[in-house]
């Protein structure tokens, strides 16, 4: 089936890279399928959400609510400036998957990817 159609271009854009620490979440799971650079993969029901993969994440887990994750970011608008970087202040972005201390988008998109 041919990849859904991306969203419009939403006012603020967010590369993030990341890796997983262990948490009080349990197993990670969500194996899930595979996607090759380049596909939009839709993350909710009303297609209010995308991520766009650049790198394919290893392994085969996914991290579990409560899970801590340390992400670099860059911040951009939709007409490209820069509004934030962790990667400019060398030091990652940390906070526990799924508790609600992040954006929503944030807590769903890193919830799918893998280290």
């Given at each position: ?43 909710s ?14 392994g ?10 340390f ?6 608008l939709a ?17 526990p ?19």
């Open positions: 089936a041919p990849a859904p159609a991306p969203a419009p271009a939403p006012a603020l854009a967010l590369a993030l890279a990341g890796r997983l620490s262990g948490g009080e979440g349990g197993e990670a799971g969500g194996a899930g399928k595979a996607y090759a650079p380049g596909a939009v993969v839709p993350l029901e009303d297609g209010g959400l995308f991520k766009e993969i650049i790198k394919c994440g290893e085969e887990g996914t991290p579990a609510r409560g899970d801590t994750v992400v670099h970011y860059v911040g951009k007409d490209g400036t820069q509004f934030d970087s962790s990667r400019e202040r060398g030091e990652p972005f940390r906070f998957v799924g508790r609600g201390r992040v954006i929503k988008g944030w807590d769903l998109g890193l919830a799918t990817m893998r280290k």
